[in-house]
């Protein structure tokens, strides 16, 4: 169930490689003909083992092409593929926790703000700083500016 897929998940994860960028183009094929690189194993009505899903998704979408989420690319703030961000992200979507109002989740809602708080800390802002924790990069460009306008 759950719990093997997690473990075999987190088993590839640590054995994996990581680079910011493991190579240009598409050695596997993926773009090509129907018969080669992920397309030789196209969608079915019998499921496939979960070895082999792990094995066809290291080979064809984890090996090649860019890392967003490594620590050293540093093109912009990227998803949660940091391996803690990931975890709270897997947490939040298995449990259903809203945080958008305190009335729905005074916990989430002080989670929150405590990482604003914290946050602010760090940067040196002084107390009675305010901020946002927002969904993605467009959200929060929006917000920018209409904050500083």
């Not at 054995?15 to 397309?39: K, M, Q, Y």
């Not at 961000?85 to 002080?110: H, I, K, N, W």
Request: proline fraction near 5%; charged fraction near 15%.
């Amino acid at each position: 169930g759950v719990s093997n897929f997690a473990s075999k998940a987190l088993e590839r994860l640590r054995d994996s490689e990581t680079a910011v960028f493991s190579s240009a183009g598409d050695r596997n094929n993926n773009s090509g003909s129907p018969s080669t690189g992920l397309r030789s194993s196209p969608i079915q009505d019998e499921p496939l083992g979960l070895d082999n899903i792990l094995d066809l998704y290291g080979k064809h979408v984890e090996n090649g092409g860019l890392r967003a989420a490594h620590g050293g690319h540093m093109a912009y703030v990227p998803s949660n593929g940091v391996f803690p961000a990931a975890m709270g992200d897997f947490l939040a979507d298995t449990l259903c926790t809203y945080a958008g109002r305190s009335t729905e989740s005074p916990g989430g809602v002080a989670m929150n703000n405590m990482l604003l708080e914290w946050m602010a800390e760090v940067f040196g802002y002084p107390d009675g700083f305010q901020g946002n924790l927002t969904s993605g990069g467009s959200s929060a460009t929006v917000i920018a500016m209409a904050t500083a306008r």
